[in-house]
């Protein structure tokens, strides 16, 4: 990595633990700050800034998590830094306990406005009262790992800088991607030639007909399935030769991937795609699993992202 890598991957690990609204003002700001002071520093030293250099100075500069906690109000729970993980660790807990409490006491019938009543009354006392007990764990919990935190030598939460835009896993997990994408393929042409593969034919017709396609499926959802897998191939082609993910690669992935989950969930939507309905079930299973992890994980990455540059309402 070099200079600027590092200083983007500790201005990323900034901004990532502020509100969205901020981000990129806080990167903008943070980024100017730390380019100047490095400057200042390597002229004072007679040197050329490295990334040696920039990652001496921020960790001189401080903890990401502490860098972070200046620009934002702190909650005094526990520790300043592990204040907002705190709260949101506990609304997340305390919405899915009442949740699934409130769908329970639901599930009997209700007859009248006195019936309603009483069944929130039920749930009030047999599930939203005892839940506190989630938020006295979230306490215990993040007072211990405030406490190791302060039991650790300086050395040990010394920040290091992130890859940034470098493949996750390498140039081997793409590799492994790129065989699963051809597998996928080979498979959705025709997935009987996996037991002529393993078992030369010897099968029943039974398991045969477990994997044989409707006429419907192969017909229209199967090849524009193939042709989004196939767009696959040059990207992962591209990124395994050039060993990291560019702006406009990462744009197209993120199109594919709609498009892909887009497609799975016409399909587990619609008819039939094997002819056999366990076969059937199973397959559309998978792909609203694989769907719901693609979308979730595109989440994840949005609410991540940092462009470090001053907002509208900041320049106005």
């Not at 056999?276 to 694989?290: E, H, L, R, T, Y």
Request: with cysteine.
């Amino acid at each position: 990595m070099n200079a600027n890598d590092v200083i983007e991957s500790y201005v990323t690990d900034v901004a990532v633990r502020l509100p969205r609204k901020q981000r990129n003002d806080v990167a903008f700001e943070s980024r100017a700050l730390i380019n100047d002071g490095i400057q200042d520093k390597a002229e004072a030293a007679g040197r050329v800034v490295d990334a040696a250099m920039a990652t001496e100075f921020l960790r001189a500069f401080g903890r990401p998590e502490d860098v972070a906690a200046r620009y934002r109000p702190t909650l005094t729970i526990i520790d300043p830094t592990d204040g907002y993980a705190f709260v949101r660790a506990s609304a997340i807990g305390l919405a899915i306990i009442w949740g699934a409490g409130l769908v329970e006491v639901l599930q009997q019938p209700i007859g009248s406005g006195l019936d309603f009543l009483t069944t929130l009354g039920r749930w009030w006392g047999s599930t939203l009262i005892p839940s506190l007990w989630w938020p006295g764990v979230l306490v215990v919990g993040f007072g211990i790992a405030s406490w190791l935190r302060r039991r650790q030598s300086p050395q040990s939460s010394h920040w290091r800088p992130r890859a940034g835009d470098r493949i996750p896993g390498g140039r081997a997990a793409m590799v492994m991607a790129l065989l699963g994408i051809l597998c996928g393929l080979a498979v959705l042409i025709d997935p009987r030639w996996v037991l002529e593969l393993l078992f030369r034919g010897q099968m029943a017709p039974a398991a045969y007909d477990a994997l044989t396609y409707t006429e419907t499926f192969r017909h229209r959802q199967a090849p524009s399935l193939l042709v989004l897998l196939a767009l696959n191939i040059p990207l992962l082609i591209t990124v395994i030769v050039s060993g990291r993910w560019s702006a406009m690669m990462g744009r197209i992935d993120t199109g594919l991937r709609l498009l892909t989950c887009a497609m799975l969930g016409w399909i587990v939507l619609d008819g039939p795609v094997f002819i056999a309905s366990g076969s059937d079930q199973m397959i559309k299973f998978f792909m609203a699993v694989i769907a719901t992890v693609t979308l979730i994980d595109l989440g994840i990455k949005l609410h991540r992202s940092v462009k470090p540059a001053p907002s509208q309402q900041s320049q106005s």
